[in-house]
């Protein structure tokens, strides 16, 4: 009888200790993070990524300096005498439903958080070129029209825009008619076969467009998918040295769901418990010399996978996913800036700016 | 075994079993919480503004994670320079000043004070952690107390372009009567700093004490300002702290040349900048604080604060 009760005793104590146990290893979810922030990049030291040991200090950087010369963006936040705009508070938030900034202080822009005369009166000063992106291979053409023409009425509206358009068949391309100080440049490239290839080799064909062409030309780059549209306003509070956007499908969920590459022998490889956002390949940007590093980092890390015969869950969003979570974007923007669907509705999202467009997969895709 | 005694026994038990179930609710509530890392589940502070309008953060306690923070500025090699005046009896503020910036100020950091007084033999000897470094510069005394509040602005420009533009990527600019309680690191660093003023934080832009006399550079008409900055702290990078600091000074060129002292000097020179040069991070009162003993809802921990002190005593001057 009491050799029973002991051991009772005993399994309780061991029940709590576990407990215990269990908590702290939750408590110690902790990697040692880059950040580009507004100042000086410092080259780190290469480091191959081991992913077993992928607790502590991961830096993915650049191999040896390139020459670029970058086009400068004027310093400070100027506002003009004389412009008026509500007061904002210290104590009240505009979005209490949301969160507004991350956890190392990055915005995350959401409607409400910002003052747009504010805002556009400070970059106008900065007379702004913005280069944007975006890939129309094979039946994707289709999307170029609705693209372009809900830009011209939404994206940056007020600002210098160049469009870089990358597709197989320039001929398709159809005649959109450009507000004054945007242009667009038609740049032919290959065919490809798979729709996950044509995906992946974005990020090649931009490391390469910026660092040819951009470089002293625009301040910042948006990279967008094609199979999308424009249906609010998309402007300069988007701008910062390094942007993701937080995927629309993913924003409310634990990191445990994140679709994140779960397989250690990829490059893209982030393990369970880490984690910030999902963030969509579909929409990205930054500085010029922001975008180029992730760029080139993303195809390095691409070819090594090829090497190993392993290709990421999600192509090249994993791997964007992996960049940064490791190259902590300067802001986020909220899934206004890229949603679902302009017929889906959610409780946050106040307002739809640019979203994917319906479409039948089995057609337009080279391959299924 | 008598009935009593196995009476305990199985309250004993009870209890342990409470007590187990317990603890793995808690768990179960913690751990449900670390779950939502992510947009609405883990939403920081409600009760405050963690962003400006033009999309600065506003740093609270509660807004960042200093794990994340102190890991990523760890890896840049930063050194933080700090500047600080004490003329006449002012010195006595220096020993907590220092000692209380070694306990809480961007500890585990290269910080370099640089403090200017005009009896350096009066400057305590206070022992400095590793990679923090102490320079006294000497200065001429003053008679009045707003003109040493004012003339730190063209030093400070000086020194910046002088001794800091290679040695130091960010600067701040302290108030020495004031005291470090809570911690203040790399979570405020920026481009360009403004600390909103413990008095201010929650007022209307009426109550604000811009300067309002048209005849003053610092003037700012009604309808205009974002917040109140205190100049008893501000900072950022060396770039634009120097450019801060030279154009106050321009200004106040410009209004003794016109025989007008700004109502709250310095000051309101540093606001007129920062209305027209958005600070691209600010911090909240935390940062400044109105008095150790003072509470206020919002402010859930002191950072750094002014000490109590009686004006008429340690002013040169009413």
């Known amino acids: 009888m009491l050799l029973r009760q002991n051991f009772i005793i005993i399994l309780v104590f061991f029940g709590m200790v576990l407990c215990g146990l269990i908590y702290l290893n939750n408590n110690q979810c902790r990697c040692n993070q880059k950040i580009k922030e507004q100042g000086i990049i410092n080259g780190g030291t290469d480091e191959t990524i081991h992913p077993r040991k992928s607790r502590c200090n991961q830096q993915i950087s650049e191999q040896g300096i390139t020459n670029l010369e970058w086009k400068q963006n004027t310093f400070g936040l100027r506002s003009s005498p004389g412009l008026l705009y509500k007061q904002q508070s210290a104590l009240v938030g505009s979005r209490t439903d949301v969160a507004s900034v991350t956890s190392w202080s990055a915005p995350i822009i959401w409607e409400g958080t910002f003052d747009s005369t504010l805002i556009d009166s400070i970059y106008k000063q900065q007379n702004l070129t913005i280069a944007t992106t975006a890939f129309a291979l094979g039946k994707y053409v289709r999307f170029v029209k609705d693209f372009l023409e809900s830009a011209e009425q939404h994206y940056f509206v007020g600002f210098r825009v160049n469009y870089y358009l990358f597709t197989d068949q320039p001929e398709l391309v159809p005649e959109v008619k450009m507000g004054e100080n945007h242009s667009l440049t038609v740049l032919k490239v290959q065919s490809l076969n798979r729709w996950q290839d044509i995906s992946m080799s974005r990020m090649e064909k931009l490391e390469k467009l910026i660092e040819s062409e951009l470089a002293s030309e625009a301040n910042y780059i948006f990279c967008l998918d094609i199979d999308t549209k424009f249906y609010g306003h998309w402007g300069v509070e988007s701008l910062g040295r390094l942007v993701g956007v937080i995927h629309p499908w993913l924003y409310d969920t634990s990191r445990d769901r994140f679709t994140y590459e779960r397989s250690p022998k990829s490059q893209a490889y982030i393990p369970a418990g880490e984690g910030d956002y999902y963030y969509a390949g579909a929409a990205f940007g930054g500085s010029l010399e922001d975008v180029h590093h992730l760029t080139k980092t993303c195809r390095e890390q691409m070819s090594i996978d090829a090497a190993n015969s392993i290709e990421a869950v999600w192509q090249e969003e994993s791997h964007l996913n992996k960049y940064f979570l490791l190259n902590k974007p300067s802001k986020l923007l909220s899934p206004e800036y890229m949603w679902r669907d302009i017929n889906a509705s959610a409780a946050q999202i106040k307002i739809v700016r640019f979203t994917n467009v319906p479409k039948n997969y089995a057609e337009v895709r080279p391959n299924p | 075994m008598t009935m009593r005694l196995r009476h305990i026994f199985h309250f004993f ?290 950072r750094f604060s002014h000490v109590a002190k009686n004006n008429a005593e340690v002013r040169p001057n009413l």
């Open chain 2, 13 to 302: 038990l009870l209890g342990m079993f409470v007590g187990l179930s317990l603890s793995g609710l808690i768990y179960w509530v913690i751990t449900s919480i670390w779950f939502g890392n992510h947009l609405t589940g883990n939403l920081g502070r409600t009760d405050v503004a963690s962003v400006t309008p033009w999309l600065a953060p506003i740093v609270w306690e509660g807004t960042f994670d200093s794990t994340v923070i102190d890991s990523i500025y760890k890896q840049q090699n930063i050194t933080v320079a700090t500047t600080v005046f004490a003329l006449g009896k002012y010195t006595r503020f220096l020993r907590d000043f220092l000692e209380s910036a070694e306990e809480h100020y961007f500890v585990g950091f290269r910080v370099h004070y640089y403090l200017f007084t005009d009896q350096p033999d009066e400057v305590p000897n206070v022992k400095l952690g590793q990679e923090r470094y102490l320079t006294v510069k000497k200065l001429p005394s003053m008679n009045r107390w707003q003109d040493i509040s004012m003339s730190r602005m063209e030093i400070l420009e000086k020194l910046i372009k002088n001794e800091l533009a290679s040695e130091a990527d960010y600067i701040f600019c302290l108030d020495v009567d004031t005291k470090f309680i809570g911690r203040w690191s790399v979570e405020s660093l920026g481009r360009l700093v403004g600390v909103i003023h413990p008095w201010f934080f929650n007022a209307p832009r009426f109550i604000f004490t811009y300067e309002r006399r048209p005849e003053s550079q610092a003037y700012i008409p009604a309808g205009e300002g974002d917040y109140y900055f205190t100049g008893a702290a501000f900072g950022g990078s060396l770039k634009d702290v120097h450019h801060l600091t030279k154009t106050c000074q321009e200004q106040m060129n410009i209004d003794i040349a016109n025989s007008i002292e700004a109502i709250w000097h310095e000051e309101s020179h540093l606001n007129k900048y920062f209305l027209y040069n958005k600070p691209s991070k600010l911090l909240s009162p935390e940062y400044l604080w109105r008095d150790i003993s003072m509470s206020s809802g919002y402010v859930k921990i002191i």
